[in-house]
């Protein structure tokens, strides 16, 4: 997946030392992992998401380079008989 800008700004220093700057930054993944199964044939279906980060100082990242800040993997596994099953409600309660 491409790169996207997510916020840029401008530092002027007076000279060109080093300098040191923190960054703080708040992220979340989200994945909608589907599985299907039938007739007692299980059913796999896994999905990942990460969010990665780089500071680019006049184009060139800076060091430490790629961060990944959160990172998911979610693995579904099923196993459906195929049944239709008729459920009574015995206490009312729906």
């Known amino acids: 997946m491409a790169w996207t800008t997510s916020w840029t700004t401008t530092l002027k220093t007076l000279t060109?030392?080093?300098s040191s700057?923190?960054?703080?930054?708040s992220a979340g993944?989200?994945?909608?992992?589907?599985?299907?199964?039938?007739a007692g044939v299980a059913g796999?279906?896994?999905?990942e998401a990460s969010v990665q980060v780089q500071v680019l100082v006049d184009g060139?990242?800076?060091h430490p380079g790629e961060v990944?800040?959160?990172k998911r993997t979610q693995e579904l596994t099923a196993l459906f008989g195929g049944r239709s099953w008729n459920c009574e409600d015995l206490n009312a309660m729906g």
Do not use: D, G
Request: hydrophobic share 35%.
């Open 16 to 18: 060109r030392r080093t």
């Open 21 to 25: 700057s923190t960054f703080r930054w």
């Open 29 to 38: 993944s989200y994945t909608e992992t589907r599985v299907k199964s039938y």
């Open 44 to 47: 796999n279906a896994s999905a």
């Open 60 to 62: 060139v990242a800076a």
């Open 68 to 70: 990944i800040f959160c």
